[in-house]
């Protein structure tokens, strides 16, 4: 199984960092992984995307063009990538900042109010990490104790203050999607 | 051999610099390749060395030029408008023998383009962009375990010819991540010795490293011995991957980033039963005449796929020469061809169709 995953917002609500994690705990699991920025002449909160591919096999392609999961994390998002996800493929809105219903009847639809769960933990900063538990409880790619695993890893030394609130936004969005299936 | 590790393309090459035993880095600011210059800026000095970022592309490859004839281990990286700049001194590099390993992130061109992925400086690279009857080996890598193991290859390879080595790559592979192995540094007391280096000339006659030979006689004898030289690493340094599956009957020819993008056609196509090959060109000069006599009697027809209007599809006509239809399918400026897109290619060669037309 090849999963192609692509997770979009606007640039400081940590896509990259999500996907970062995401691909260091599939490379953790003995996983094969790439991970890809979009690059371009960007601009402080422009869009940003990223594409992480989890395989048992040598990813081909690091370029994911039909997602077979696709996570928006903010409305200009849903519309650029809503038609790219393929049939059947899970779809994981942020619907604190997505106030519109995806179109898509073909898809899995996971909903989550990243913003206010990650507000009510204390720091709006977290949503992200909210997503990121949700997608993995629902989507299975990597288990959420990798991503756990991956923190301490991918998060700078003198950031590791911030582990415990990570967990906890990580273990609010699992619990969400465990509850919501 | 360590355990795997999440590297971004461009930091990899500048870790396996270091590990090659690079201590010397000469550049100037481009994207998509600034994060070499950014890694190795912070790395050099911890390791002994010395980052230094020139005041342009012309000024870097010359102290290149110095770094190597003294005899270091020494690396200049750019994207294609700067290595333009740079032809002038890799001509000099390569008529005054001097080794040294050149990175090309290429970007879009011509002019200054874009800063997305292409693959439009291949003639550039495997034609020897500057003036003379030069060559320089040009390695291709397709992952970042390869583009590793390619770049510290391209310093041994650089100091067994005493010539410039290119790696190229684009923004893709400049900017992915991928898990690497990084393979154990080279002790630096194991590099190749160089007597020839001008290395102050105390209890021995003075070296002396040039490219100037007024006579014209000696300059055709210095000509004559850089064609052997040539002609050895022809014999000697080709490298490529074969992807031969039981039926193919279609081959793809594709290099880098292209090619992982071509295996992605592939695994699909087979999916529906339809078996492609692969030659896939990891040194572009030399470049591999071989896999095209393995392949050619059952081949029915090669697919060059590039990120550019046709260029590498000129060395595999070369290689095929006639025996069999070579058809060609490209996009430009910095737009990566997608799966559907060289899906159709093959379908329309599949149909004795042209994807070209």
Redesign the interface.
């Known amino acids: 199984m090849t999963h192609e995953i692509l997770m979009a917002g606007f640039g400081g609500q940590g896509i990259m960092f999500m996907g970062?994690l995401l691909?260091?705990a599939g490379?953790m699991e003995d996983k094969?992984?790439?991970?890809?920025?979009s690059?371009?002449?960007e601009m402080r909160g422009g869009t940003a995307n990223c594409s992480v591919v989890i395989s048992h096999e040598p990813?081909?392609?690091?370029?994911v063009?039909e997602p077979t999961a696709l996570i928006v994390m903010n409305r200009p998002s849903l519309e650029r990538f809503e038609g790219t996800l393929r049939p059947g493929g899970l779809l994981v809105v942020n619907t604190s900042l997505v106030d519109r219903r995806p179109e898509r009847q073909d898809v899995r639809l996971l909903e989550v109010p990243a913003n206010e769960m990650a507000d009510r933990l204390g720091s709006l900063r977290v949503a992200n990490m909210v997503v990121l538990g949700a997608f993995v409880q629902a989507s299975r790619v990597v288990t959420l104790h990798s991503i756990k695993q991956a923190l301490p890893e991918v998060l700078p030394q003198h950031r590791h203050g911030l582990i415990e609130v990570n967990v906890k936004a990580l273990e609010a969005g699992a619990a969400l999607a465990s509850g919501g299936q | 051999m360590g355990e795997r590790i999440l590297m971004k393309g461009n930091e990899a090459i500048g870790e396996a610099a270091i590990r090659a035993g690079c201590r010397y880095f000469f550049g100037y600011p481009i994207t998509p390749q600034n994060e070499i210059p950014e890694y190795l800026s912070r790395r050099l000095p911890e390791v002994g060395g010395v980052f230094l970022q020139a005041e342009s592309e012309v000024a870097a490859i010359n102290m290149v030029y110095g770094a190597a004839g003294a005899g270091a281990r020494v690396m200049t990286s750019s994207s294609s408008p700067g290595i333009s700049l740079k032809q002038e001194g890799l001509s000099y590099l390569a008529g005054a023998e001097l080794p040294c390993v050149v990175v090309n992130i290429i970007r879009g061109g011509p002019g200054l383009g874009g800063i997305q992925p292409a693959q439009s400086d291949y003639f550039q690279a495997t034609r020897g962009g500057g003036h003379g009857d030069y060559r320089t080996p040009v390695f291709g890598p397709a992952s970042i375990q390869e583009m590793v193991e390619l770049v510290m290859e391209a310093f041994e390879v650089a100091d067994r010819y005493r010539n410039p080595v290119m790696v190229v790559g684009d923004g893709i592979l400049g900017q992915m991540m991928e898990p690497v192995v990084l393979p154990d540094p080279k002790p630096l007391d194991s590099l190749p010795a160089k007597p020839w280096a001008t290395t102050g000339n105390q209890g021995r006659p003075p070296n002396v490293i040039n490219s100037l030979f007024l006579d014209a006689n000696l300059c055709s004898r210095h000509n004559e011995h850089l064609q052997e030289k040539y002609r050895e690493i022809c014999r000697r340094e080709v490298r490529y991957e074969l992807v031969d599956p039981e039926g193919a009957e279609i081959y793809f020819v594709a290099y880098g980033t292209t090619s992982r993008v071509v295996r992605s056609v592939m695994n699909r196509a087979r999916e529906e039963g339809i078996i492609t090959g692969l030659i896939r060109p990891i040194t572009l000069w030399p470049f591999p005449q071989e896999p095209f006599e393995r392949v050619v009697e059952r081949a029915k027809a090669f697919l060059c796929v590039e990120m550019s209007a046709g260029q590498m599809v000129e060395d595999v006509r070369l290689a095929v020469n006639g025996r069999r239809p070579v058809h060609f399918y490209g996009r430009t400026g910095g737009v990566v061809p997608s799966p559907a897109e060289i899906a159709d290619a093959l379908r329309k060669v599949l149909e004795g169709r042209d994807p070209g037309a």
């Open positions: 970062t691909a260091h490379m094969e992984v790439t991970w890809m920025p690059y371009g002449p990813v081909a392609s690091p370029l063009s």
